[in-house]
């Protein structure tokens, strides 16, 4: 099922965001793991792109007056719903995403956020579109309904474009990084706890183009000692584009998500196979 091994890099980093290792060596799946507000809101995604599904088509962007406004209040929906029903203390939202939660719906405006968690949310996006015209359009509207500073909506773009182009044309890692909008450093030790975009997202590029498989991935970002959750799933959404599915953790995920979690991945994966019902992804 599509997005369990992006999913796993949130679940394995929720143990160590504020008990930092830097070691590779350690048990994947742990009891005392759990989802965070990084699968809540991928979720989310989820939901509203399997809305989007049943209004629009890609070529109904062209000529719809006021698209834009119309796909973000999808997406603005969906994050206000499953962020005020998936509200416990341990999901480990930002105070800012809090704040807007705590607004009327009505009220709920964006807050020019920079920080990662438009691009920790924006992975379905990738799968979801036919085009880098249509990744480009709908990350935009994902990270516009919070995080509309042009940060914010660089890093939702940067990640989707990636990994839309991992699935679809099949890009060498160096190509991938060349194209991106970040400069990747050249050791992932040298990582400071940092929650925005440009300070996530390429070190979340390094853990994956160090990388031999998605759990390898997922263990380079759990040992750059940082916010392990979120870069955790930045670089599984990364790996999970370019590795065969791991099945192993695919079926560990399982055992931690909600049942709605899952009924919903399966709707978005039978989505996915109507759209691209003649297009075979690597995996």
């Known amino acids: 099922m599509r997005l369990l091994n992006t999913i796993a890099g949130d679940i394995i980093g929720s143990k160590y965001e504020f008990n930092n290792i830097h070691t590779k060596d350690f048990e994947l799946f742990q009891d005392d793991m759990y989802y965070t507000d990084d699968t809540v809101l991928t979720i989310a995604t989820v939901d509203a792109l399997i809305e989007i599904n049943k209004r629009y088509t890609e070529e109904s962007y062209d000529f719809i007056e006021d698209i834009e ?150 263990r380079n970002a759990v040992s750059c000692g940082v916010d392990s959750d979120t870069l955790g799933i930045i670089t599984a959404s990364l790996a999970e584009a370019y590795y065969p599915e791991d099945e192993e953790i695919s079926k560990k995920v399982l055992g931690y998500l909600e049942k709605e979690f899952i009924l919903k991945l399966s709707d978005f994966n039978n989505v996915l196979l109507t759209r691209w019902k003649y297009v075979m992804w690597n995996y």
């Open 69 to 218: 406004e119309k796909l973000i209040n999808i997406f603005k929906e969906k994050y206000y719903t499953y962020g005020n029903k998936y509200n416990d203390s341990k999901l480990l939202y930002g105070s800012n995403f809090l704040k807007w939660l705590s607004n009327t719906y009505e009220k709920a405006y964006p807050y020019n956020s920079f920080g990662n968690g438009s691009a920790m949310r924006v992975s379905p996006i990738a799968w979801y579109s036919k085009s880098i015209k249509e990744v480009r359009i709908l990350a935009k509207c994902s990270a516009s309904v919070t995080h509309n500073h042009p940060y914010g909506i660089k890093g939702a773009v940067d990640i989707a474009e990636s990994i839309f182009k991992l699935l679809n044309y099949y890009e060498s890692k160096d190509k991938i990084i060349k194209e991106s909008r970040y400069v990747v450093p050249s050791e992932i030790s040298n990582a400071l706890f940092d929650e925005t975009c440009e300070g996530t997202i390429p070190y979340a590029y390094k853990c994956f183009i160090d990388s031999n498989s998605t759990e390898d991935a997922i």
